[in-house]
């Protein structure tokens, strides 16, 4: 509202009027003029001790936890929201690399053809002829690639490594969530559902894996274990347990 506002008349008031005037939502120049006039009213005043009473009592009343299953599902959603988005692609873009991949791929199968003499020739009769097999056979190549080390993490900064973790289901030497959750039981630590984020990673340069389970509202649980140890009835298996409200 802009302007002069109008001040309702009365009494009678509304009681819905009496309780915007409780609750602090009239123009402050209506407030101002109404509140004397209601507080003079008999009837009025006790609509508004009425009022006063039913906040005192809703005050009082004790926290309301979150239901467990309704916590674990929003930090999902928020672990999932950090998560990188893949970027989309056209299906033009898609198809143009794709024949440029198997243009590439033709081109290397000849040059490997004439590195390794294979010759074909059209013997009479149309039948091919070639080379001995022992000079058609391929090159092996070094399987014992290594692989992406794992990621360093101190004690004091097991928060640093939430982000990386959280893009990962990698359970590492771990291998499945049924070790996860045994060696969960043996620090009596208690999930539903797969965590949110699990990766191995070097604890101190001791090798462990990291998981990353709903621990409230906003809030994460970093578990690390030492997977030569962990397991039921293990306790020292767990090498770190905190709760964390990310920033």
């Known amino acids: 509202m802009t302007g002069m506002e109008r001040v309702p008349m009365g009494p009678p008031w509304s009681v819905d009027l009496i309780a915007d005037l409780h609750a602090g939502v009239l123009p402050p120049e209506v407030a101002a003029q109404l509140r004397p006039r209601v507080e003079a009213d008999a009837e009025a005043r006790e609509i508004l ?4 009473a039913t906040l005192a009592d809703l005050e009082a009343l004790p926290p309301i936890p979150m239901p467990d299953h ?59 002829a070639k080379t001995p097999p022992a000079a058609q056979q391929s090159p ?65 340069g001791k090798d462990a894996v990291m998981a990353i389970l709903p621990a409230g509202l906003g809030q994460y649980r970093l578990v690390v274990l030492d997977p030569a140890t962990c397991g039921p009835d293990k306790p020292e298996g767990v090498l770190e347990d905190e709760t964390i409200k990310p920033r």
């Open 140 to 204: 092996t190549t070094n399987s014992n690639v290594p692989a992406e080390p794992p990621l360093a993490v101190k004690e004091s900064e097991l928060g640093a490594a939430v982000g990386e973790v959280l893009k990962a289901q990698n359970y590492g030497p771990l291998e499945t969530p049924d070790r996860l959750a045994g060696c969960l039981q043996g620090g009596g630590i208690t999930s539903s559902g797969k965590p949110l984020g699990i990766s191995p990673i070097k604890l101190e």
């Open 70 to 128: 309704v916590a674990a599902r929003i930090d999902a959603a928020l672990a999932a929201e950090a998560r990188p988005v893949a970027p989309v692609v056209s299906l033009d873009d898609a198809r143009r690399r794709r024949n440029r991949r198997l243009g590439l791929g033709g081109g290397v199968l000849v040059a490997a053809a004439a590195a390794f003499g294979i010759v074909f020739a059209v013997a009479p009769g149309g039948d091919q």
């Open 49 to 52: 001790q009425a009022l006063d």
